[in-house]
């Protein structure tokens, strides 16, 4: 799978539990394997450490010790070493860090100063709780995710041309948790993106796929980035598993998060037929051999079809793990009449 962060990980704990459903302990002959390449453009340098949001997210909602009520973070959390932090000026008083989450972050960052890579590390974290998925960085290199933001508030002065004024960047986890996406997007930037590549076992786990699911994360900053990362679109063109996205959308309107204040910036309408042809059809050289849309989008997978890709629809909600598992099992049946096809 491809994922993004807290959509991203409801989806992947529906895969495992329809996986575990259909292929118990092995049985038949048979055992699932789950592995999910994970977003890294939200990752930031912030008070010192680094944090890996979108795997965090996923760590600790796999490992069942995620915060069900807030979406994100740990159960049971305290935030007064946040607070220290905002006495002495230190960090983002608006980007609480937790208390449990700190220690995975310094954890995280003592190891980097040691020396490990990031794959290296992420490895390490998951060997604490059983999660019954693995779980991979799309790439060793920081391509933390810049926004390009129209504000006018922001013009330099001193500026001679039109194309900066009223215009600046800034770090993606400040547009999207300070602002929360009001400030308009003009573009998106990922950090050392050029130099990135896949991190190891990456290109190996698609190849040996027998399907790869692309989640109903954001499309720009989330799903974008992985992609983004150079031999990413190579190794998804190469495989011979069916590629089958789950749309984020459904009835014009984003399933969580704000997809729908990043699309524009790259110019997609927010609807469940406009990003699965963003997506494009992988024999055109796109990313999809299948598209599954929610039931109040079935037109959409109609006019998907008429044109030579295989779509379908079915409820996409996921309110609860039963339902997240139903999902999980409609993509792969997906998957598995594409191949059959």
């Known amino acids: 799978m491809l994922a993004g962060g807290v959509g991203g990980s409801r ?10 459903r259909r292929w118990p302990d092995g049985e038949g002959g048979t055992e699932a394997s789950v592995t999910v390449v994970v977003n890294t453009g939200d990752d930031i340098w912030l008070s010192g450490v680094r944090l890996m949001p979108d795997f965090d997210s996923l760590l600790y909602s796999l490992a069942g010790v995620n915060d069900t009520e807030r979406g994100w973070g740990r159960a049971g959390e305290t935030e007064r070493v946040a607070a220290e932090l905002r ?3 230190v960090g983002w008083p608006w980007f609480t860090l937790g208390d449990l989450d700190l220690g995975t972050h310094l954890a995280r960052t003592a190891w980097l100063r040691e020396g490990l890579t990031p794959s290296q590390i992420t490895e390490r974290l998951q060997q604490r709780w059983p999660l019954g998925v693995r779980l991979l960085p799309a790439t060793d290199t920081e391509v933390d995710t810049h926004v390009r933001v129209a504000d006018p508030e922001a013009s330099d002065p001193e500026a001679s041309d039109a194309e900066t004024r009223g215009k600046r960047e800034m770090h993606f986890q400040e547009w999207w948790t300070r602002y929360h996406a009001t400030l308009p997007a003009l573009a998106f930037r990922q950090q050392n993106i050029a130099d990135a590549r896949p991190a190891p076992g990456v290109a190996e786990a698609i190849a040996d796929a027998d399907l790869v699911l692309v989640a109903p994360s954001n499309p720009v900053v989330s799903i974008g980035t992985i992609l983004a990362v150079p031999g990413m679109r190579e190794a ?12 984020p959308i459904i009835g014009g309107k ?11 910036a790259i110019g997609v309408e927010t609807s469940a037929e406009a990003v699965g042809r963003h997506y494009g059809f992988r024999r055109d050289g796109g990313l999809l051999d299948a598209w599954l849309v ?3 989008d079935a037109a959409a997978a109609g006019s998907l ?14 309110h609860d793990l039963d339902r997240s598992a139903d999902l999980a099992g409609a993509a792969i049946d997906l998957g598995t009449a594409g191949r059959s096809a």
């Open 11 to 20: 989806f992947v704990r529906g895969v495992r539990e329809e996986c575990a």
């Open 87 to 89: 006495e002495w000026g």
């Open 236 to 247: 998804l063109a190469a495989t011979t598993a069916p590629v089958v996205g789950v749309s």
């Open 254 to 264: 984003v399933v969580r998060g704000m997809a729908d204040a990043c699309l524009p």
């Open 294 to 296: 929610d039931e109040t």
């Open 305 to 318: 079809t008429a044109d030579g890709l295989l779509a379908a629809s079915a409820p996409l909600w996921m």
